[in-house]
């Protein structure tokens, strides 16, 4: 028996006709869809991160808790440390927490620089709606 050589040269495969639907081109790549995208994408994480920056990561208006004391069920005080540019004023934002952690009082006040200091310390009284477990400063951002 002889065998008779086949040369196959397509690499496709070859489907029945009018099983499998209508048989599209390969489309050409669209690159510069590919660059709008990412430019888009930096963009938007830029701007992200500039505000992320002007709420939380100005270094120069550093708050630290000292103590919180006088808890009652109506409120506690709060005394806390500032770090604030020489001359300039800070807008802090205070928070009261219960034992299970649910906000019970929320206070915003401003803090002015003492003469030939960096560091300002001040002590707020702060009114909550149930008997407070501990005090925060969230953030203290430059005064407008």
């Given at each position: 028996?002889?065998?008779?050589?086949?040369?196959?040269?397509?690499?496709?495969?070859?489907?029945?006709?009018?099983?499998?639907?209508?048989?599209?081109?390969?489309?050409?790549?669209?690159?510069?869809?590919?660059a709008g995208l990412a430019v888009?994408?930096?963009?938007?994480?830029?701007?992200?991160?500039?505000?992320?920056?002007?709420?939380?990561?100005?270094?120069?208006?550093?708050?630290?808790?000292?103590?919180?004391?006088?808890?009652s069920d109506d409120g506690l005080?709060?005394?806390?440390?500032?770090?604030?540019?020489?001359?300039?004023?800070?807008?802090?934002?205070?928070?009261?927490?219960?034992?299970?952690?649910?906000?019970?009082?929320?206070?915003?006040?401003?803090?002015s620089d003492q003469p030939g200091?960096?560091?300002?310390?001040?002590?707020?009284?702060?009114?909550?709606?149930?008997?407070?477990?501990?005090?925060?400063?969230?953030?203290?951002?430059?005064?407008?």
């Amino acid at each position: 028996m002889t065998e008779t050589p086949t040369t196959t040269t397509s690499t496709a495969p070859v489907f029945p006709p009018g099983r499998y639907g209508r048989r599209r081109e390969p489309q050409r790549r669209r690159p510069w869809l590919v660059a709008g995208l990412a430019v888009v994408t930096l963009v938007i994480g830029t701007l992200v991160a500039v505000r992320l920056y002007k709420n939380y990561g100005d270094p120069a208006y550093d708050a630290q808790v000292v103590t919180f004391h006088d808890i009652s069920d109506d409120g506690l005080t709060l005394v806390f440390r500032v770090s604030i540019p020489e001359g300039g004023q800070a807008s802090c934002v205070l928070r009261a927490r219960s034992r299970d952690g649910a906000e019970v009082g929320h206070q915003e006040i401003l803090v002015s620089d003492q003469p030939g200091s960096g560091t300002t310390t001040a002590t707020q009284r702060l009114v909550t709606s149930a008997k407070p477990f501990v005090g925060e400063v969230l953030r203290c951002v430059p005064a407008k």
